[in-house]
């Protein structure tokens, strides 16, 4: 699992977003649902997806400090 899967899950993050563009006809206020379903779905794609690369190529290697120093 590398970085190709933070792109397909891209692809299935904009289907859900242009299947909510057209899902919304019968609400009451179907902008406000429509917006507030592409941004929420957006944003919880975005977080996750930084998570998912700083996790997968840290800016600073961790260091052990429980290794003991021979003499």
Known sequence: MGG???FWVGIVTAGICVGALF??????DPTLWRTC????VTCCYLMWAITYLAQLHPLIIPK???L???L
């Open 68 to 70: 003991r120093i021979d």
């Open 4 to 6: 190709a899967l933070v």
């Open 64 to 66: 052990r400090d429980d």
């Open 23 to 28: 899902g919304f006809k019968g609400m009451s």
């Open 37 to 40: 379903s592409v941004l929420s």
